[in-house]
């Protein structure tokens, strides 16, 4: 007699095999990158870890440094565990510049949310960025002990490259000029036609 070959069987021990690296160790809600205080413009990628044995479900979200409301805004959701990869894709260039959370919430099958936050996240995608600049040390006279000093330097501004879509006001004043002598033209033929069709 042939042994009988079930394929539903032959499917569970696929998915476990492939669920199996996500159910081993603790449930985690993680953001590696970006990380707080950086400077961030346009798609930004967003990484981290999403998983665990009780994992069911992840939402990564952000919301306005200001805002006491609790308001989100989704940026995904998503249904499979993330081990140290890819949690989504953040578009920041409709964004107001300013301080923004990045906030990841997994869902365990209890209903338990674990939730992970990033503060401080500065969008620069209309003013400059600014950046750092260290400040020069001083060398200790021989046989003196270097001091360490707490001052710290002022930030320098970096400028953005030019906006391509950026109009130059002299195309805005000759846009002006010809709306406003073909509208009185466009007016006075459309009231021409009338008053021939009328006769």
Not at 106 to 114: A, F, I, N, P
Request: glycine share 6%.
């Amino acid at each position: 007699m042939r042994p009988v070959f079930d394929w539903r069987v032959i499917l569970h021990l696929i998915v476990l095999a492939l669920a199996a690296p996500w159910q081993q160790g603790e449930n985690s809600a993680r953001i590696l990158t970006p990380v707080s205080g950086e400077a961030l413009q346009g798609l930004v990628a967003v990484e981290g870890d999403a998983l665990g044995p009780d994992f069911s479900n992840y939402t990564l979200a952000f919301s306005n440094a200001d805002d006491l409301t609790g308001t989100r805004f989704i940026i995904q959701n998503a249904t499979r565990p993330v081990e140290k990869g890819l949690l989504g894709e953040w578009d920041t260039s409709s964004l107001s510049d300013g301080q923004y959370t990045l906030i990841l919430a997994v869902e365990l099958t209890s209903g338990e949310v674990l939730e992970s936050r990033v503060d401080g996240l500065r969008v620069r995608n209309y003013t400059p960025v600014e950046t750092n600049t260290p400040a020069p040390t001083e060398t200790p006279a021989p046989g003196q002990a270097p001091t360490a000093t707490s001052t710290l330097p002022p930030p320098t501004v970096t400028a953005l490259p030019p906006n391509p879509a950026e109009l130059p006001s002299q195309a805005i004043r000759d846009s002006v000029l010809v709306g406003a002598i073909a509208c009185p033209l466009l007016l006075a033929a459309l009231a021409l036609y009338r008053y021939r069709r009328e006769k």
